[in-house]
């Protein structure tokens, strides 16, 4: 079993940063794929930035390239998630995800494990 817990939502200003971290505890994380979703009211829950252990790379959605950036730190089973260049469309409650080692995905069907999420909102 693999638990997942976000930290570092907020209130920020369009044109700010903001940065999320999640940490996994449990066995295995090391062989677990990690990723971030968002979810704002009234719409489904949608990929924003992962990180497959296949290649050891990051994939990103296009909403989000070139703003936003995930680090992973191995050794302290934490992944963060830096947010730059925030916009109002960017206000979400935001989840932190894992999933066994394996291709890169972006469904939220494809994790197994959910954090409860952090709320994000960016005023205009």
């Not at 909403?63 to 925030?86: E, H, P, T, W, Y």
């Not at 291709?103 to 005023?123: D, E, H, R």
Request: proline letters at 4%; one cysteine or more; glycine letters at 14%.
């Amino acid at each position: 079993q693999v638990q997942v817990v976000e930290s570092g939502g907020g209130l920020v200003q369009a044109g700010g940063s903001l940065t999320l971290s999640c940490v996994a505890s449990g066995r295995t994380y090391s062989g677990h794929d990690m990723a971030w979703f968002r979810q704002a009211p009234g719409k489904k829950r949608e990929f924003v930035a992962g990180f497959s252990l296949v290649g050891g790379t990051a994939f990103y959605a296009d909403s989000v390239k070139g703003r936003f950036n995930i680090s992973r730190d191995s050794a302290k089973n934490a992944m963060d998630l830096q947010m730059g260049g925030l916009r109002p469309e960017d206000t979400a409650v935001y989840y932190c995800a894992a999933k066994p080692r394996g291709l890169p995905q972006k469904i939220p069907t494809a994790y197994n494990y959910w954090g409860q999420g952090t709320q994000v909102t960016v005023s205009s």
